[in-house]
Nanobody
Framework: QVSLVESGGGLVQPGGSLRLSCAAS????????LAWFRQPPGKERELVAS???????NVAPAVTGRFTASRDDRIHTLYLQMDNLKPDDTAVYYC?????????????????WGQGTQVTVSS
């Protein structure tokens, strides 16, 4: 069972930046994916970005060019650098773990979830 703990959320003005972290612990497969998801108020959870253990990164079109996902496997941590934040980015951000290279909401949902961290973009 993989345990995930997110941190780094908060209140930021439009155009500002935040960096989220997700610390992973527990047994997991060599081939795996760590991913960021978000759930805006009143909406469904959606994939933001994923990074495989092989180094392949996938970023959702809505945040491409503004968000960057990365991972440091030496310390089992996933990051999400968020720049030029917009009010529509307001959501609870969750970290997810998948044993394999596919990780999404549909056919390959995470086997483990973090507790979530709130990001609010408002002036």
């Amino acid at each position: 069972q993989v345990s995930l703990v997110e941190s780094g959320g908060g209140l930021v003005q439009p155009g500002g930046s935040l960096r989220l972290s997700c610390a992973a612990s527990g047994i997991y497969y060599t081939r795996n994916s760590l991913a960021w998801f978000r759930q805006p108020p009143g909406k469904e959870r959606e994939l933001v970005a994923s990074v495989t253990s092989g180094g392949v990164t996938n970023v959702a079109p809505a945040v491409t060019g503004r968000f960057t996902a990365s991972r440091d496997d030496r310390i089992h941590t996933l990051y999400l650098q968020m720049d030029n934040l917009k009010p529509d980015d307001t959501a609870v951000y969750y970290c997810g773990y998948c044993s394999g290279y596919r990780c999404n909401i549909g056919s390959n949902p995470p086997e483990s979830w973090g507790q979530g961290t709130q990001v609010t973009v408002s002036s």
